[in-house]
């Protein structure tokens, strides 16, 4: 809207001056013209007036006159020009004699010869003033003796510049009405033109210069509302001063995000580094009583009465559980006990076989998509228990008939490892404590699988990321290669 009110006023400030400027151009082209034709009539009117020749000096004078339509036609009535309502008729000419008296003239009704001028009116008599009270000889124009009518006064001069006479031309203001009309008629056709061509292109420039300084307004209005990883904007990309801000703001809310997830990345960490302790020492309490209970189950077992059968049931039930509690405690005893061999395609082979019977069970397709075909200078025994937890977790989030991938690739410094399912979507609230022990949702297991892997993935240096939409959920292992392995 703007710049359509710049257009418009500009236009109009642009219309004015060239109205201006025309009204001037032909005011100043009616007296150049007007000087030009008194200059050519008052030689012409010298050799009549040195031998007395009215008639000769009144045809002179009428020649340039009887051009127009309106005195021709007058003329050849025999009648004098018609007159405007001022009482004037646009043009008029007559010639002074030295005394300032009429020689001859345009209207000779009007103007008698010999008439004194001086006594004609205020006006006439100004205008005598004038005319004798100047001394130079050139020509001269007057625009203030009558209103709206310009006055130019050329001497008639003898060869020996001798004075003869005085020649008068009067022009009314009205014959510069056709021309300005004329030029106010093409103006006002440019202009038009000009805003016919410069409105819409001033609106579209407006409009692509506003709206994304509208779009980038109502994005900067939601940061510090919103979480930035939620604020999505679409914003204008160019090379231009938007285009700068517009930049600058995405790295400011990319550099906002990041350090969000550096911030729940620590807490996350800090957060399971505390519960990895917790479990560690509670799991140490109840390992030592747990084994003393095993051992004195055992020796009953080896030594106590084999006769009393509701006894040994008694004990077989209290041995499968308190081995179910030890596996449990071992779970969270998770110690880096590294092998003495790199990890071997065998070794990923084996991986693939031993879940191999829980994907057929479930009715699930894995792509196994291993480019590793040399050892990697890794401990076998950790990675194999880190791969094969993150693929029994995936098949166990798997719908059945759904998929299950697993990608494996290796450089010379870091193991890569890429596990996808099409199961259910992970919310955010669940990611938070995902790795947490005990922090299954399923019903199925324990809880402990992810938060093993967690950390035997930070025993090696290792960082593990996961992404989960509506359509797949990724966890994607990085392991930097141990030093002195050979691979």
């Not at 032909?26 to 150049?32: G, T």
């Not at 003033?129 to 130019?152: K, N, S």
């Not at 038009?192 to 506003?210: C, N, S």
Request: hydrophobic share 40%.
């Amino acid at each position: 809207m703007s710049a359509v009110l710049v257009i418009l006023l500009t236009a109009l400030i642009l219309s004015s001056v060239l109205l201006v400027r025309a009204y001037q151009d032909s005011r100043d082209d009616l007296i150049s013209n007007a000087l030009d034709l008194g200059t050519v009539l008052s030689q012409t009117l010298r050799p009549a007036m040195k031998r007395d020749e009215v008639w000769m000096a009144y045809e002179t004078i009428m020649s340039p006159l009887e051009r127009d339509a309106g005195w021709q036609y007058a003329v050849e009535q025999g009648e004098q020009p018609a007159i405007p309502v001022e009482g004037k008729p646009e043009r008029e000419i007559y010639v002074l004699d030295t005394r300032s008296r009429v020689y001859v003239a345009s209207r000779p009704r009007e103007y008698p010869m010999l008439d004194e001028l001086a006594r004609r009116g205020a006006e006439h008599a100004e205008l005598v003033r004038r005319i004798e009270a100047r001394d130079d000889r050139r020509p001269v124009v007057f625009d203030d003796v009558w209103p709206g009518r310009y006055v130019m006064v050329v001497p008639i001069l003898a060869e020996d510049s001798a004075p003869l006479g005085t020649l008068v031309l009067s022009y009314s203001s009205a014959l510069l009405v056709p021309r300005f009309l004329n030029a106010l008629e093409q103006v006002i056709l440019g202009t038009l033109l000009v805003l016919v061509i410069l409105l819409p292109l001033g609106w579209y420039w407006g409009k692509r210069l506003t709206d994304p300084l509208a779009h980038l307004s109502a994005c900067m209005g939601r940061v510090g509302t919103e979480v930035p990883s939620d604020i999505q904007c679409d914003l204008y990309d160019g090379r231009d001063e938007i285009g700068q801000v517009s930049y600058r703001f995405r790295r400011m809310l990319d550099e906002l995000r990041e350090k969000e997830e550096l911030e729940r990345s620590m807490v996350a960490s800090e957060r399971l580094a505390a519960v990895g302790r917790l479990t560690a020492g509670i799991a140490h309490e109840i390992n030592n009583p747990l084994g003393g209970m095993l051992n004195a189950i055992s020796t009953y077992k080896r030594h106590g009465d084999e006769r009393d059968p509701v006894a040994d049931r008694t004990i077989s039930l209290l041995e499968r559980g308190l081995v179910q509690i030890k596996g449990t405690v071992g779970a969270l005893l998770v110690e880096a006990r590294l092998e003495s061999h790199a990890l071997t395609p065998d070794d990923l082979q084996d991986i693939r076989t031993l879940v191999q019977p829980d994907i057929q069970r479930k009715g699930l397709r894995l792509v196994w998509d291993n480019a590793i075909d040399a050892p990697v200078a890794l401990p076998s025994s950790q990675v194999r228990q880190v791969l094969l937890n993150l693929l029994l977790n995936a098949v166990q989030a798997s719908d059945e008939g759904g998929e299950v991938l697993c990608w494996l690739r290796a450089d010379n410094r870091f193991f890569h490892a890429a596990i996808s399912n099409g199961g259910k979507h992970i919310s955010r609230g669940r990611m938070a404590h995902l790795f947490e022990p005990f922090a299954t949702s399923s019903g199925e297991g324990h809880g402990l699988g992810l938060w093993v892997t967690y950390q035997l993935i930070q025993q090696l240096d290792g960082q593990i990321e996961v992404t989960s939409n509506e359509s797949v959920t990724i966890f994607e292992v990085t392991l930097p290669l141990s030093e002195g392995e050979s691979s």
